[in-house]
């Protein structure tokens, strides 16, 4: 943040201190994080951790100040710790983040979608970071309550916020595009994922809408022209630039000429009219969609081609997506266990059908959360597509992965090659004993069956 007088720092959330607060810059504050801590930063109270694990951090640190709320003890603060009374500390850390946004305007990037958001955002990270400073998402933390942390990162010296914007529930990328009136935006698709959440997929459609909606008056959104939910969104009230980028239809920033090859996917594109040939380091014609979106938000944005080349053969994807591990015995681990939704986890099956065609293929395959009454139908779904790509087991987990396992027997996989188990020790039982040494074994469920411990235990 912009290095301000802690005495200032107080001010500006309306604080009060009745002790003797240490006369100091402060360039970093932390939200309650207490295991990412540091002398140097202020501290802000958080009530979604126990107070103990937070004062222990606070007294093996010794920040410089800590935010809290009246009615909280401030016993067992270190004595050279400045402590700044308030109301509420989260309304304090979102005076700060509102007051250092406006110290250091910043063009700011909206990419929001059921899928695919966080790989576009990374992409689109790697083509920019070559003349733009920024401060970007982290992780999946996405949603309202982590935007006030990203604009208490920014300094005078960053020109853009790249946002990765999720949501959990309706008005969430509302009141985000509220705050920072993104100047481009992009939806990568519209599809599954949380629509047990928000009751339903016309209200997916509606979520994402929010960032049609939010981005400023003569901005500009990008949209997939091949995914027929994305057409559902309306730009009858958006007053700026619509481009749309895709593979099967004609679109403002096409891909053609596909190909997997040993380390990712090399395409053609039609990007504005400008015919490139590119690479990006990843498997799957998703993710080729992906490069497609952050390609013209690059360029909308004012990348050259040259950066936008050089910027996806660089990317570097992110963690527990398509992340590819030695494991025991020469087996080849792929960890694609971040999240899941149908979309995505068919998206992930056809890139093990298509790569390396000489090895034995196994699918570790569990629950989908979040789909609602899309639940049944959306395994069984999974299950039939599993049963046509010629794997050689399909092993899943939970009470989803067994209706994955049913629908593919019931299509015509031969039930001696699927395997349902409950717990992870089972799992890695059995990717140990019955699978050939130098398999190819692929991972993937929702985030909550924590698959990538399976994986790690197998490397």
């Given at each position: ?12 959330i309306?604080?009060?201190s009745?002790?003797?607060?240490p006369?100091?810059?402060v ?12 002398h140097?930063?202020v501290?802000f ?6 107070w103990s694990?937070q004062?222990?951090a606070?007294?093996?640190?010794k ?8 009615d ?13 009374r ?6 304090s850390f979102?005076k ?7 110290q ?5 990037i ?5 899928s695919?958001?966080s ?6 990270a ?16 996405n949603t ?10 920014l ?10 914007m ?14 920072v ?13 949380h ?10 459609v ?8 939010g ?12 995914d ?7 730009v ?9 980028f895709?593979?099967k239809?004609n ?11 040993t ?8 990007l ?7 690479f ?17 938000i ?8 040259k950066?936008i080349?050089?910027g ?7 963690g ?21 939704n ?7 099956l ?32 999974i299950g039939?597509?599993a ?31 699927v395997?349902?188990?409950d717990?992870h020790?089972?799992?890695v ?11 190819l074994?692929y ?17």
């Amino acid at each position: 943040m912009k290095t301000i007088p802690l005495k200032k720092l107080m001010s500006i959330i309306g604080g009060t201190s009745s002790s003797h607060l240490p006369q100091a810059l402060v360039s970093s504050v932390n939200f309650g994080r207490p295991r990412s801590l540091r002398h140097h930063q202020v501290y802000f109270y958080t009530r979604e951790i126990s107070w103990s694990k937070q004062l222990s951090a606070i007294r093996a640190v010794k920040p410089v100040a800590v935010v809290l709320p009246h009615d909280q003890s401030s016993a067992g603060i270190p004595p050279d710790t400045g402590i700044i009374r308030v109301k509420d500390a989260f309304s304090s850390f979102w005076k700060l983040a509102l007051w250092n946004f406006k110290q250091c305007p910043v063009r700011v990037i909206g990419i929001s979608g059921s899928s695919g958001k966080s790989t576009t955002t990374a992409m689109t990270a790697s083509i920019l970071r070559y003349r733009w400073p920024m401060v970007r998402t982290e992780g999946n933390l996405n949603t309202w309550v982590f935007l006030p942390t990203y604009l208490t990162r920014l300094t005078p010296d960053h020109k853009l916020l790249l946002l990765e914007m999720g949501m959990k529930s309706l008005n969430n990328i509302r009141r985000q595009c509220a705050v920072v009136k993104p100047e481009i935006g992009a939806v990568t698709n519209v599809g599954e994922a949380h629509a047990g959440s928000l009751g339903g997929l016309d209200k997916v459609v509606l979520a994402k809408q929010e960032l049609v909606d939010g981005i400023r008056r003569g901005g500009t959104l990008f949209l997939n022209a091949d995914d027929a939910r994305s057409r559902k969104l309306s730009v009858k009230r958006f007053s700026g630039r619509v481009y749309t980028f895709g593979i099967k239809n004609n679109a403002d920033v096409r891909a053609t000429n596909i190909r997997y090859n040993t380390r990712g996917m090399s395409f053609d594109a039609n990007l504005f009219g400008q015919r490139i040939s590119c690479f990006i380091p990843i498997f799957g014609i998703h993710n080729v969609y992906n490069a497609l979106a952050a390609m013209g938000i690059a360029r909308a944005f004012g990348a050259s081609v040259k950066e936008i080349r050089d910027g996806l053969a660089s990317f570097k994807p992110p963690g527990m997506r398509l992340q590819f591990l030695k494991g025991r015995s020469g087996r080849i681990l792929i960890n694609d266990a971040w999240n899941a939704n149908p979309t995505s986890m068919k998206a992930g099956l056809e890139v093990l059908r298509h790569i390396f065609p000489d090895r034995t293929k196994i699918a570790v395959l569990g629950d989908m959360k979040e789909l609602g009454d899309l639940t049944y139908e959306g395994h069984s779904s999974i299950g039939r597509f599993a049963a046509g790509i010629g794997l050689s087991q399909l092993v899943t987990i939970g009470r989803g992965g067994r209706l994955i396992a049913h629908a593919a027997i019931k299509a015509g996989m031969d039930r001696q090659r699927v395997y349902s188990y409950d717990t992870h020790d089972q799992l890695v039982a059995h990717l140990i004993r019955k699978t050939p040494p130098g398999s190819l074994i692929y991972f993937k469920a929702s985030r909550s069956m924590h698959l990538e411990k399976v994986v790690d235990r197998l490397r």
